[in-house]
């Protein structure tokens, strides 16, 4: 079974970027949409961005323009570079592969995910 393994987070101060990574294992990711999610206690889970198989990709208003999705395939891992932290995006990220529709494709219709990765952005 596809397994994703999340790495990449820890302390910034805001201003500042990060690099997250999902490896997966047992499939190889070309099939699959990967879709970078984030959810703190209390709040809703937020899809971030998540890139199709055909790399159309989807950024999420409160991300956009500080966020990019990339992938490669022949690594079976996914990236999210995120520049420009601000404490609002401090969260446990997820990172899932799945078949979404393609209207949807950062919707929860994702059926493998990791075990998460912590970014806290604070002064």
């Known amino acids: 079974q596809l397994q994703l393994v999340e790495s990449g987070g820890g302390l910034v101060q805001p201003g500042e970027s990060l690099k997250l990574s999902c490896v997966a294992s047992g499939w190889t990711l070309d099939d699959y949409a990967i879709g970078w999610f984030r959810q703190v206690p209390g709040k809703e889970r937020e899809g971030v961005s998540c890139i199709g198989i055909m790399s159309n990709t989807f950024v999420a208003d409160s991300v956009k323009g500080r966020f990019t999705i990339s992938r490669d395939n022949a690594k079976n891992t996914v990236y999210l570079q995120m520049n420009s932290l601000k404490p609002e995006d401090t969260a446990i990220y997820y990172c899932?592969?799945?078949?979404?529709?393609?209207?949807?494709?950062?919707?929860?219709?994702?059926?493998?995910w990791g075990q998460g990765t912590q970014v806290t952005v604070s002064s």
């Open positions: 899932a592969a799945g078949r979404p529709p393609p209207t949807a494709m950062c919707g929860p219709q994702y059926d493998y």
